[in-house]
Nanobody, 115 residues
Framework: QVQLVESGGGLVGPGGSLRLSCAFSGSIFSFYVMGWYRQAPGKQRELVARISSGGSTNYADSVKVRFTISRDNAKKMVYLQMNSLKPEDTAVYYC?????????WGQGTQVTVSS
């Protein structure tokens, strides 16, 4: 059974940076496209970024240039480097594994951007 555990959220000022991490277990990591989604209060969950097992990426227009998704297939980890953070980036961020018997979701980590 796939398990995803996020870490790295917190409170940061506008213009700051955070790095989210997601640990994958319970299946073969390379079978899955990995992604980060976010959900702000009162809004629907939305895609932030996705990365294939081969490293192909796509991003929401709102985070292009500022955010970078990466994965380490040997460590079964996926990361989201977030730079130049804005108050509108405030949300719960969820790790997602899309593939065999998926999608699978982590429990989420809160990111708050505020002065």
């Amino acid at each position: 059974q796939v398990q995803l555990v996020e870490s790295g959220g917190g409170l940061v000022g506008p213009g700051g940076s955070l790095r989210l991490s997601c640990a994958f277990s319970g299946s073969i990591f390379s079978f899955y496209v990995m992604g980060w989604y976010r959900q702000a209060p009162g809004k629907q969950r939305e895609l932030v970024a996705r990365i294939s097992s081969g490293g192909s990426t796509n991003y929401a227009d709102s985070v292009k240039v500022r955010f970078t998704i990466s994965r380490d297939n040997a460590k079964k980890m996926v990361y989201l480097q977030m730079n130049s953070l804005k108050p509108e980036d405030t949300a719960v961020y969820y790790c997602n594994a899309d593939g065999f018997r998926g999608p699978h979701w982590g429990q989420g980590t809160q990111v708050t951007v505020s002065s």
